[in-house]
């Protein structure tokens, strides 16, 4: 999809998935369309991953405060999981895949579990895809082995009650949101990150392919 806009500004704009496209239609558009353009730029960039895991039974937190958005299926349990707005810079979304697949496309996923951690990166963002989600955790708290009572008792409802963060003050929710880290065993973004570092050639190679001319990537 090509969209054309105003004068005197990045004025047009190409949509499209990579994935979606097979080697001589990425040239195509490479050649006889992203070449021609002056100032090109990403004004939006994805990281996915994938987990065969239940990740409802996870408890994601970020570092910093945004808009945290849950939503329940009809077990009761966490089905899919915002952080930020959907116009922001930064975007994520956790979400239970195979229910998704199912719901939309009618197609049954094999594995017992498929869950989607989604990043969403837009503007100034692009530029950091390799270091967006540091603030991220995805975490399986042991909250019984707190020795303290109440130290259990408000964890335990903070896990259970998200409405429960706004009461506190800023120096509360840092005293118990590095506590909650402490007591996890797990913390599923460290695969990410590792993943992420793991692939990021790669994923360097495919973004230069885009902006600068160079034939292909091996």
């Not at 950091?128 to 995805?138: E, R």
């Not at 409405?163 to 913390?187: A, C, Q, R």
Request: proline share 2%; glycine share 2%; aromatic share 14%.
């Amino acid at each position: 999809k090509v969209k054309v806009d105003t004068w005197d500004r990045r004025n047009m704009r190409v949509e499209f998935n990579p994935n979606k496209l097979i080697h001589e239609e990425m040239l195509w558009l490479k050649q006889n369309i992203i070449d021609y353009m002056e100032d090109d730029g990403f004004t939006r960039l994805d990281l996915a991953f994938d987990f065969e895991d239940d990740l409802s039974d996870y408890y994601a937190m970020t570092d910093k405060s945004v808009k945290k958005t849950i939503f329940y299926g009809r077990n009761g349990k966490p089905e899919t999981k915002y952080f930020g707005v959907r116009d922001s810079d930064r975007f994520i979304r956790i979400y239970n895949k195979k229910q998704e697949r199912k719901d939309n496309a009618d197609i049954e996923v094999i594995s017992e579990h498929l869950w989607r951690v989604e990043i969403e990166l837009k503007r100034d963002m692009v530029d950091y895809w390799n270091d967006c989600f540091n603030d991220l955790h995805i975490l399986k708290p042991a909250w019984t082995t707190l020795e303290k009572i109440n130290e259990q008792a408000m964890v335990y409802t903070l896990l259970h009650e998200e409405s429960m963060w706004g009461k506190l003050s800023k120096n509360t929710k840092y005293k118990f949101k590095n506590l909650i880290k402490e007591i996890s065993p797990v913390d599923l973004t460290d695969l990410m990150k590792s993943t992420l570092k793991a692939n990021e050639k790669q994923l360097q190679k495919q973004i230069d392919f885009w902006q600068r001319e160079f034939r292909f990537w091996k």
